[in-house]
C-alpha cells in the first residue's frame, strides 16, 4: 500500500543522507528523488480526477460515488505531498535525528528499494508491450 512505499521512500532517503559525505552526488539524487515523487504525485492526481470527469460525462448516473472517490484521490494525493513536503523542510541536521531503521538500509537493499520503486513507474510497466512491439 501507500503507507509501505512511503516507509521505503523514507528508508532510501535516510540512506542517501547518511552517505552524502562519501559521495556529494547524493546529495542531488535525494533532491531529485524527493522532486520526482512529487511530480508524480500530481501527474497522478490529475489522471485521475480527469478520468472520474470523463466517466462523469458519459455516464452521470454514478455522481456521487465519483465525488467520493475524487474526494479519497485528493486526501491520498495530501497526504503524500505532506510527508514529501516535511522531508524537504527538515534540515539535515535535524534529519538524523528522525531517522527510522535507516541503519538496516545498505548499498544492496538501497538498490532493491530503488528497482522496486523504479517497477512502479508507468514505463517499467509497459516496457514489455514495447518489447514486443
Known sequence: GEDEIQQLQKA???????NTETDASLVFSRKFYIAQWFRD???????AIKSQKDE???EGTHHAKDVETTGQIMHRAESRKTFLRSIIKTAPSQFSTLK?????????????IVRYLASLRPFAQSFDIYLTQ
Open 12 to 18: 532510501l532517503l535516510d540512506y542517501l543522507d547518511e
Open 41 to 47: 504525485t500530481t501527474m497522478e492526481t490529475e489522471k
Open 56 to 58: 462523469d460525462s458519459s
Open 100 to 112: 527510522m531503521n535507516s541503519d538496516t538500509v545498505d548499498y544492496e537493499d538501497a538498490c532493491l
